[in-house]
């Protein structure tokens, strides 16, 4: 692994089901996120965590859920999938104290919610 | 929260002429400002970032522009070429360094 991975890469998924999107980073970023990017919206923070063992909500967090284990994963879930939640989500790092703002994106994940 | 505008949505421009793209911020507290490009079907990538004590920043063709006092920042692109479009965001963070919040962006086509 090189960098942050997501997966699946897209999904289609029916409404009501539960989904786990899955990031990994190997780069020992502190920082992680989750975003969505729908059109014309451009990209939503939906939470994201510090370090590992704590997380905080974004601005869209409603219907999704985070956990942070460890440093390098930070999975997403969607309990029960509603169409709304139709779009592409980003996870992206960051180190922690360096002071950048330069995050680093996954190539994300196409999720379809019918 | 912060809100960040950017205009405008889309922009065309023929091939050597220059680009502009200005975003506006509502929190005075910001105080880091990167630019992202997004090519089709790609993540966005980092291509210029401006702190909130400097007023200008140059890297080749690129320059960005911030005014604290208007709270509005701009992303200039010079001598643009076919490989310069791609949708652009602008973000702006909050003084904690937790969140970004990004602008809706910029469809950017450079015309050959």
């Known amino acids: 692994i090189a960098g942050i991975t997501q997966a699946p890469t897209s999904q289609i998924l029916a409404a009501g089901r539960r989904m786990t999107l899955r990031c990994t980073q190997d780069?020992?970023?502190?920082?992680m996120y989750w975003y969505r990017q729908d059109l014309g919206l451009g990209l939503r923070l939906i939470h994201y965590?510090?370090?590992?063992?704590?997380?905080g909500k974004g601005e869209v967090p409603d219907g999704y859920s985070v956990s942070r284990a460890n440093t390098d994963d930070f999975p997403l879930t969607l309990a029960s999938a509603v169409p709304s939640q139709t779009s592409v989500y980003f996870c992206?790092?960051?180190?922690?104290?360096?002071?950048?703002?330069?995050?680093?994106f996954g190539e994300g994940s196409r999720l379809t919610v019918l | 929260g912060e809100n960040v505008e950017q205009h405008p949505s889309t922009l065309s421009v023929q091939e050597g002429d220059s680009a502009v793209i200005k975003c506006t911020y509502s929190?005075?507290?910001?105080?880091?400002f990167p630019w992202y490009k997004q090519e089709l079907g790609k993540r966005p990538q980092l291509i210029i970032d401006?702190?909130?004590?400097?007023g200008e920043k140059k890297d080749q063709r690129i320059a960005v522009t911030l005014n604290k006092t208007a709270k509005h920042f701009s992303l200039h692109i010079t001598e643009t070429q076919p490989e310069d479009s791609a949708v652009y965001f602008c973000?702006?963070?909050?003084?904690?360094?937790?969140?970004?919040?990004f602008g809706t962006g910029t469809s950017l086509t450079v015309i050959p």
């Open positions: 965590s510090n370090t590992a063992g704590t997380t």
């Open positions: 992206a790092s960051r180190p922690q104290g360096a002071d950048t703002g330069e995050l680093f």
């Open positions: 780069m020992r970023h502190n920082a």
């Open positions: 973000a702006a963070r909050d003084n904690t360094g937790n969140q970004f919040y």
């Open positions: 401006i702190r909130s004590n400097v």
């Open positions: 929190d005075s507290a910001s105080n880091y």
